[in-house]
């Protein structure tokens, strides 16, 4: 298991404020990405190498991956 405890979360800007379906994203630890729903901060989170998150970014936005 991933210790998260040091996760500084953020909410994509493009989130609106009514509190809607959106991820938090931790990318502040050494070595892992988290990714939490922003509606339930005490759930679970899922784990990310920071490479397979790039790609996943980039996947998203239609981006050629480097």
């Not at 404020?17 to 070595?31: F, I, P, R």
Request: glycine share 14%.
């Amino acid at each position: 298991m991933t210790d998260l405890a040091g996760a500084s979360w953020r909410k994509s800007t493009r989130s609106g404020g009514s509190g809607g379906n959106c991820v938090e994203v931790a990318d502040n630890l050494a070595g892992v990405v988290g990714v939490r729903d922003s509606k339930d901060p005490t759930g679970p989170a899922l784990a990310f190498a920071p490479a397979r998150w790039n790609a996943f970014v980039a996947e998203v936005k239609g981006q050629p991956q480097s």
